[in-house]
């Protein structure tokens, strides 16, 4: 029994254990591989002894990519012209939309504060009983989370900018701006 787990262990046919056979077949590749870059060696040397100049290459030469590629896709920062452009796109869009709803909120809380006349008066802290409190509290609700969503998108768009600025995004593909942002 112990003669034939031997014999499955061995490289067939030289008698050798199966590792080391596979350990000289591995060299021989190695010897092999080594001897087709050599070989491109010497025909570099047999064109110069057959009167044939190699001309020089420098690193820089070796390291450029062809005049003639051009990728089938222009990429910046992981992203195509038109992705860059839709994310800025939005992101001015989110920018825009929180302005004008913080502008109509405001514009709605000075219209509804001339609405209460000359008795409207109460102590602070205490309500003066009319509805148009609970409305007038509402808008200074609204404009705080339009303020506060402002600064979110601004925010964004300004990491946006400087994602583009890092990745260096030309600048027609981050086209169109936001208008200055209106006094608060």
Do not use: C
């Amino acid at each position: 029994m112990r003669r034939r787990n031997a014999a499955r262990r061995t490289d067939r046919g030289s008698g050798r254990p199966a590792a080391r056979a596979g350990a000289r077949r591995s060299v021989l590749v190695l010897l092999v591989a080594s001897t087709g870059l050599a070989s491109g060696a010497v025909a570099g040397q047999e064109a110069e002894r057959a009167g044939q100049s190699v001309p020089p290459v420098s690193l820089e030469e070796l390291l450029a990519l062809p005049e003639t590629y051009r990728p089938r896709l222009e990429q910046r920062g992981g992203a195509t012209r038109s992705e860059w452009r839709e994310r800025f796109r939005v992101a001015r869009e989110e920018v825009e939309a929180a302005r004008a709803g913080l502008a109509r909120a405001q514009a709605e809380l000075e219209a509804h504060a001339g609405t209460g006349g000359d008795w409207n008066l109460a102590p602070p802290g205490v309500g003066s009983g009319l509805t148009g409190d609970a409305r007038a509290g509402q808008l200074r609700a609204e404009i705080k989370r339009y303020r506060k969503e402002l600064e979110r998108a601004e925010r964004q768009l300004r990491e946006l900018e400087v994602e583009a600025e890092l990745a260096g995004v030309p600048e027609d593909w981050v086209a169109g701006e936001v208008p200055s942002a209106p006094p608060r």
